[in-house]
C-alpha cells in the first residue's frame, strides 16, 4: 500500500469509528424512543378500551335488581348476535335489545351473556377475533349508532 494513503487512512479511522459509533446511538435511541411510545400509545389505547366485557370474570353484578331470567338475557344475547353476524346489520333488532334495559345490571348481564363470539367475515371459520359485545358493536355500528350505543350505556353507568 502507498505509505501516502495507508498514513490517511490511520487519520481517518477514529473519525470512521466515532462516526459509526454515533450512528449506532443514534439508531438505538430511535429505536428506544419509538418502542418506548409504542408501549405507552399501546397502554393508553388498552386503557381507553377498557369495557366490562373485558373481563367477564370480573363481572360484579347483582342479581338482585334484574329485569329479566337467566334465559331472557340469553335469548337476547342470541338476538344480538343473529343482528350482526354475516352481511349487513339489524340496527332495528340491537337498539330495541340494548334499550330495553333497565338498568347496569341488566346491561352486564346481557354483556355476560353475549360472552365472547369469533367476529369475523366469515364467522365460525379460523378468521376474525374473538370480540365481547363492545368489540362486536364496535365493528357492526356506524360512527352515529355508536354514539347512540355510548347514551345507552352511559345512561346504565357502563363504559362503551
Ligand atoms: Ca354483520
Given at each position: 500500500m502507498n505509505p501516502l494513503i495507508a498514513a490517511a487512512a490511520v487519520q481517518a479511522a477514529p473519525g470512521i469509528m466515532e462516526k459509526s459509533f454515533s450512528i449506532m446511538k443514534l439508531v438505538f435511541l430511535t429505536a428506544v424512543t419509538v418502542g418506548g411510545g409504542y408501549f405507552i400509545y399501546k397502554k393508553i389505547k388498552g386503557n381507553t378500551k377498557?369495557?366490562?366485557?373485558?373481563n367477564l370474570s370480573k363481572l360484579q353484578i347483582s342479581?338482585?335488581?334484574?329485569?329479566?331470567s337467566d334465559s331472557e338475557y340469553g335469548i337476547m344475547a342470541q338476538s344480538l348476535y343473529l343482528a350482526m353476524d354475516?352481511?349487513?346489520?339489524?340496527e332495528e333488532t340491537i337498539f330495541a335489545i340494548i334499550q330495553s334495559m333497565r338498568n347496569r345490571d341488566d346491561l352486564l348481564m346481557l354483556i355476560k351473556a353475549f360472552g365472547i363470539r369469533r367476529y369475523g367475515v366469515?364467522?365460525?371459520?379460523?378468521f376474525g377475533s374473538d370480540l365481547n359485545l363492545v368489540g362486536w358493536f364496535n365493528e357492526e355500528l356506524g360512527s352515529k349508532d355508536k354514539i347512540r350505543v355510548r347514551e345507552i350505556f352511559n345512561a346504565l353507568n357502563v363504559p362503551f
Open positions: 377498557e369495557t366490562p366485557g373485558n342479581k338482585t335488581g334484574l329485569s329479566f354475516g352481511p349487513g346489520t339489524d366469515v364467522t365460525s371459520l379460523w
